[in-house]
């Protein structure tokens, strides 16, 4: 070849061409500087359609009812929407709200229905006349007592409602002044109460007379199995005769 020949240089440069592989970084600029035309686009549902232009690589975006030209196009749609970014730190807790009113009260309930009746109970013992009070079982009830006179006794009778199976002994009947302020006992604690196998007489209250014995019917200190007597003594007025009067409670209880 000669040195001092003279050759023209022509240079060829390929024209780009965009393939599908290309369209990834394009739609990414395309959303950097369309940012805003985006939401113009579609922004009920974050897609940007569009059609690429397979002779030159150009990218249009279309909108509404536009579509893409099928024989020289192929269409594209893609998300706005980025990955999810991590879960953000937990937040402090918030101070306690202040406590709501009280509510209304609600209507009452309706009644129930009846429930059912219960089984019938056992036949109880029948009571006559051969019937006595069973053991620790207590009859109560009271008396009372007027007279007249000075230096005598006045008395009442008390029948035992249910009689007991047997007398009690003297040392099984107490009388506690309750009105002139004597102290109840173990065998009598209480007005209507009395310890199994006890007679306990609670006088209440008297005037111009004490409280002296309670006896059987036979006479003996004690009661019989049917009753018993109240006796108290008239201690008249000034030296002289006066009404006298005496009341109270009792209670027994079979031994």
Same mark, same amino acid.
Request: aromatic letters at 10%.
């Given at each position: 070849m000669?040195?001092?020949?003279? &050759?023209? $240089?022509?240079?060829?440069?390929?024209?780009?061409?965009?393939? &599908?592989?290309?369209?990834?970084?394009? $739609?990414?600029?395309?959303?950097?500087l369309g940012g805003v035309a985006y939401a113009a686009v579609n922004p009920s549902n974050s897609v940007i359609s569009?059609?690429?232009?397979?002779?030159?690589?150009?990218l249009r975006i279309?909108?509404?009812?536009?579509?893409?030209?099928?024989?020289?196009? %192929?269409?594209?749609?893609?998300?706005?929407?980025g990955v999810a970014g991590a879960p953000g730190a937990t937040g402090a807790a918030g101070a306690p709200? %202040?406590?709501g009113a009280p509510g209304t009260p609600g209507s009452a309930g309706s009644t129930g229905a009846t429930g059912a009746a219960g089984a019938t109970?056992?036949?109880?013992?029948?009571?006559?006349?051969?019937?006595? $009070?069973?053991?620790?079982?207590?009859?109560?009830?009271?008396?009372?007592? &007027?007279?007249?006179?000075l230096d005598a006794y006045m008395s009442d009778t008390v029948n035992l409602r249910i009689?007991?199976?047997?007398p009690l002994a003297a040392a099984n009947v107490s009388t506690v002044n309750v009105g002139a302020g004597a102290p109840y006992t173990?065998?009598?604690?209480?007005?209507?109460?009395?310890?199994?196998?006890?007679?306990?007489? &609670?006088?209440?209250?008297?005037t111009n007379s004490v409280s002296t014995a309670t006896e059987t019917f036979q006479g003996g200190v004690g009661a019989s199995a049917t009753g018993f007597t109240v006796f108290n003594?008239?201690?008249?007025?000034?030296g002289a005769p006066a009404a006298a009067s005496a009341y109270g409670v009792w209670a027994v209880t079979a031994p």
């Open positions: 000669p040195p001092n020949a003279d &050759y023209g $240089l022509a240079m060829h440069f390929p024209r780009p061409r965009l393939g &599908y592989s290309s369209v990834v970084p394009v $739609l990414a600029l395309v959303l950097v569009g059609c690429y232009q397979k002779k030159t690589g150009a279309i909108s509404g009812s536009q579509k893409c030209k099928p024989k020289t196009e %192929a269409a594209l749609s893609w998300n706005q929407k709200g %202040a406590a109970g056992a036949t109880g013992t029948d009571f006559t006349d051969t019937t006595t $009070l069973a053991s620790g079982q207590t009859e109560t009830g009271g008396y009372s007592i &007027y007279g007249y006179g009689p007991l199976a047997a173990v065998d009598c604690p209480a007005q209507g109460e009395a310890a199994q196998g006890y007679l306990c007489v &609670y006088l209440l209250a008297s003594y008239m201690e008249g007025s000034g």
